[in-house]
């Protein structure tokens, strides 16, 4: 059991899919910036495609994303999107090898399987391929027969099921009720349709929710084989996601009792035979992520932990986020607006930051302490953090050895709240986020 200090997780702290994150974006940097980065890219880029539907919106889920129920709308936006893979692939050339395709939402199975076909389609027509890994995210309340052969022939090979509880009485709590037998098939349909790496989201800290609760949805996660798991803190911000409002906020375990499920979670699966990614993630030794953490290979990039090694990641779709060496772009948020831009034949980038050689200094300390639990520390960021690393060093979390700083097997759940010590934009923006556990 990892040792409870809650006045080292008591100020809020990013995830840090990103650095600077999204909070400092600003409109400063937009659609021509964007222009300009994807015709300099070359080398090796992965490509993410936002689907922005789900079959039912869930009450805790923060996403850019609404139901399916608009045939009108969702046909709209995949021409838009369309529009868009043809044009940044035009931009982008064949100087760039895409070698990574990654499908979020939402739910991209939210549309239609030869809607799917037809974007895998324009993919490949417009960019230069290299053998790329395909992933995708499911819901398995969405997932029908047809599916099955579509993945296949695409070449799928890794999806996520967003699972977040096992427990029915949970699931209604959450507005996501998904039978145990839904799972069970749709984990079975994706065995079939050549998946290799599926790994299932799940949540700790849901209102109600027992560590026994949490117990019996890893056991099952772990029966079912799931490749890699994901057991996240739901994060209750109903001032900032209005939909929140609806789950009961006075039935939340309190912060102890999220430290308690994250710590067995983290000692269920490692005795499972399952490798820590983080503190937070989770994967089978055969797995591609489990490699990566094992050899020192692995990154953090907006879709979170990941083998992924390509220095650019290109978004497409409403709210995707692009990142460069040097920038960071997000795409216009609001459906409507980025259809008419994208009708203008031009990118809907419209907020973003650009990337300082000190951002780009801190983003790396920031990365290898998370990916890695350790971190070589430049002199001038050492001389910065000063006493600030001094609580966790004396209780036993992190050690501070010339210039490495190496975060210990009791300080894992404290690695967000180390992290950021070397956020220079933190001081003005912690009220935005969530517990750090």
Request: a neutral charge; glycine letters at 8%; aromatic letters at 8%.
């Amino acid at each position: 059991m990892w040792p409870y200090y809650p006045e080292l997780l008591a100020t809020p702290v990013p995830r840090y899919t990103s650095y600077p994150t999204a909070v400092e974006f600003s409109t400063k940097v937009g659609v021509a910036e964007l222009d300009a980065a994807i015709r300099a890219a070359e080398g090796d880029v992965s490509l993410y495609v936002h689907i922005p539907f789900c079959e039912q919106i869930c009450w805790y889920c923060g996403c850019n994303t609404s139901a399916a129920n608009k045939r009108e709308r969702v046909e709209s936006y995949l021409d838009t999107l369309h529009r868009e893979i043809a044009l940044a692939g035009a931009k982008l050339g064949r100087k760039a090898q895409v070698r990574r395709i990654a499908f979020g939402g939402g739910s991209p199975n939210a549309i239609r399987p030869t809607d799917f076909v037809r974007l895998a389609d324009a993919l490949t027509i417009h960019f230069a391929l290299e053998n790329p890994s395909w992933s995708i995210e499911i819901d398995p309340r969405k997932l029908t027969d047809d599916w099955i052969p579509v993945l296949k022939t695409v070449g799928v090979t890794m999806a996520s099921l967003g699972v977040q509880t096992f427990s029915p009485e949970l699931q209604k709590a959450i507005g996501r009720v998904q039978p145990d037998a839904e799972i069970i098939k749709a984990t079975d349909q994706l065995r079939r349709a050549g998946i290799t790496s599926l790994n299932f989201d799940l949540m700790y800290g849901l209102p109600g929710q027992t560590l026994g609760d949490v117990e019996a949805s890893l056991a099952r996660s772990a029966e079912l084989g799931a490749d890699r798991i994901a057991l996240f803190g739901y994060a209750h911000v109903p001032h900032i996601i209005p939909r929140q409002k609806r789950i009961d906020g006075t039935n939340l375990p309190d912060q102890a009792a999220r430290f308690e499920m994250a710590a067995f979670g983290y000692d269920f699966l490692t005795a499972k035979g399952y490798v820590p990614i983080g503190f937070d993630h989770f994967a089978l030794p055969s797995d591609p992520m489990a490699k990566a953490a094992q050899t020192g290979r692995l990154h953090r990039n907006f879709q979170g932990f990941t083998e992924d090694k390509a220095p650019t990641l290109i978004g497409l779709g409403a709210t995707a986020i692009s990142c460069f060496p040097d920038l960071i772009v997000q795409n216009e948020k609001n459906a409507g607006r980025y259809h008419m831009l994208l009708s203008q034949d031009r990118l809907s980038g419209t907020l973003g930051v650009v990337r300082s050689a000190e951002d780009r200094m801190r983003g790396a300390v920031i990365e290898s302490l998370l990916c890695h639990g350790k971190a070589t520390v430049p002199a001038a960021l050492r001389s910065q953090i000063g006493a600030a690393i001094t609580p966790f060093e004396t209780r036993g979390l992190a050690r501070l050895k010339g210039a490495t700083l190496e975060i210990t097997p009791d300080g894992l759940p404290y690695a967000r709240t180390i992290a950021a010590l070397f956020d220079g934009y933190r001081q003005d923006s912690i009220r935005k986020f969530s517990s750090a556990v």
